[in-house]
């Protein structure tokens, strides 16, 4: 082999380990920033929904008694 050929291993048309360990990490890092983004959406979702319901849920109980025992 002459000194031209130094980096002869670099030169191949198949991905490098180094480039497919790189795409592995990074397609890592994606599925956790996914699971990441859903877990705080889920979150928000259930802290909208605690906003429409209401503070003591045994007013509405009682509120409902109440007009129940006005009809009848």
Do not use: C
């Amino acid at each position: 082999m002459s000194n031209d050929d130094k980096y002869w291993y670099l030169e191949g048309q198949r991905p490098s380990l180094y480039k497919w360990g790189l795409g592995q990490m990074a397609l890592g890092a994606g599925y956790a920033a996914l699971v990441f983004i859903a877990v705080i959406a889920f979150i928000l979702i259930l802290r909208g929904i605690s906003y429409l319901l209401p503070e003591d849920p045994y007013a509405a109980l009682h509120q409902g008694q109440t007009l129940l025992t006005m009809i009848g």
